[in-house]
């Protein structure tokens, strides 16, 4: 392994891979909603019809046969069978909602940078009681227990961007935004993903609530990022296997990297036979609750191996997704030899950040009850009522601030409206 500690030099560069994505950064974008209404509404109404045509046939027919256990044992699926059919045609009302369209400049956000959300409401305006817009972030692990198969998610920021009850304000308007210093790239893979999403929640009294998400994109690249901190390297600027046969570093012993930086290292092994094939492999892991996802974003190999050699290489890495810790993702990076046959491997952990440090997400958004919803909406409706016969004095403040003072007695509130300000809002 002599000469192995010299700065090596590159013998060419891998592929840059970007994340995914065609949105021009510095253009404006027109979201489109996660889920069209008319998706949501066929596709409850088609689970509906079958799972009641199936359960309500079969019980039906045991009916007629006098089997009385059956007739039991089905209605349980006749009952489900209803709730679906309401929920069916709860989503088939959302579809007279009033209609809300955003775009948003730059189309991808980025952190240090000021973002304009521009909304403009169409139909029936008036209906609308107050409307809401909120940036959330969501992580989701997917997992196996047992036979079935599980998703959970939690929704770790929301950033409130605009409250809205006056009526030119619900038609159309725009609000300025900064994302959180927290705020990282989403990403996706089979089993695990973080993603960000703009969600506009609206009020319409006895008729179905406004509630459709659009997804957008936040750039791995950091507008505000200072130079990345390294953390002090390892005693050895080089990791070895535990037999000591193949060794990997990278220049100066770094282990911290900003995205879209150039890896420069050696890779280095001493073997009594010539392998078969050796290779750097950069990849990015998770690990949480989720089955764990691995992706090689990139790959050197080295042509006709001997015994002993050492290689140089150059990587560079994409701008996403960053080295994160969340409640049910994180996200790890590494560099990897890999030496045939006997799948023989040393590995060297790296962090990939704007400032060299592990993104620790927040704790989860607390979710309400629904006991605690339910009579928030009513003592919502109560306050607005109250206010337009001018009841009290209580009716000179606004209808959102009412509810608030009257639903904090409430026990075990979470207010679910609750998100922390970061805006300011303007109207057309």
């Not at 840059?16 to 998706?39: C, F, I, S």
């Not at 038609?171 to 893979?189: C, D, I, K, S, Y």
């Not at 505000?224 to 901190?229: F, L, M």
């Not at 006709?304 to 810790?325: H, K, N």
Request: proline share 8%.
């Amino acid at each position: 392994m002599v000469g192995f500690w010299r700065t090596p030099r590159p013998r060419g560069t891998a592929p840059r891979v970007e994340p995914t994505g065609t949105v021009a950064d510095d253009l404006e974008r027109e979201l489109r909603p996660a889920q069209a209404r008319v998706t949501r509404a066929l596709g409850a109404g088609i689970v509906a019809l079958f799972w009641n045509g199936i359960s309500w046939a079969i019980l039906v027919s045991c009916y007629r046969d006098r089997e009385w256990a059956g007739v039991a044992f089905l209605g349980l699926f006749a009952l489900i069978g209803l709730v679906l059919l309401a929920a069916a045609v709860h989503q088939g009302l959302a579809l007279a909602n009033p209609r809300v369209s955003l775009r948003v400049r730059p189309g991808r956000l980025k952190r240090g940078a000021t973002h304009r959300l521009t909304w403009h409401t169409e139909g029936a305006v008036h209906r609308l009681r107050r409307l809401r817009i909120t940036l959330e972030g969501r992580e989701a692990a997917t997992y196996r227990r047992g036979t079935s198969t599980t998703t959970d998610r939690v929704t770790f920021a929301c950033v409130e961007l605009a409250e809205l009850t006056a009526l030119l304000e619900l038609r159309q308007g725009e609000t300025v935004f900064a994302l959180p210093a927290f705020a990282v790239p989403g990403f996706q893979a089979a089993n695990n993903r973080i993603e960000w999403v703009l969600r506009v929640q609206g009020e319409v009294p006895f008729w179905p609530d406004v509630d459709d998400e659009f997804g957008v994109e936040i750039s791995g690249v950091d507008e505000e990022a200072s130079p990345a901190e390294r953390p002090a390297p390892p005693p050895e600027d080089m990791t070895r296997s535990a037999d000591g046969a193949l060794a990997l570093r990278t220049e100066q012993g770094q282990v911290a990297f900003r995205p879209g930086a150039t890896i420069i290292g050696a890779a280095g092994w001493s073997l009594p036979t010539p392998p078969r094939s050796a290779e750097v492999r950069l990849f990015w892991y998770t690990s949480g609750k989720g089955t764990r996802d691995v992706t090689v974003v990139a790959s050197v190999p080295f042509a006709q191996p001997t015994s002993q050699e050492v290689q140089p290489f150059t990587l560079t890495l994409p701008t996403a997704p960053w080295s994160t810790d969340g409640r049910l993702v994180s996200v790890s990076w590494a560099l990897e030899l890999v030496v045939q046959p006997g799948e023989r491997s040393v590995r060297r952990e790296l962090v990939v950040s704007p400032d060299g440090r592990i993104v620790a997400l927040p704790e989860p958004v607390p979710e309400p009850t629904g006991h605690a919803s339910g009579c928030r909406k009513f003592l919502r409706s109560l306050a607005a009522s109250s206010r337009k016969h001018g009841a009290g004095p209580a009716s000179e403040l606004p209808w959102s601030r009412k509810a608030a003072l009257a639903s904090a007695a409430l026990p075990g509130n979470h207010e679910p409206w609750e998100c922390r300000r970061d805006a300011r809002t303007t109207g057309p």
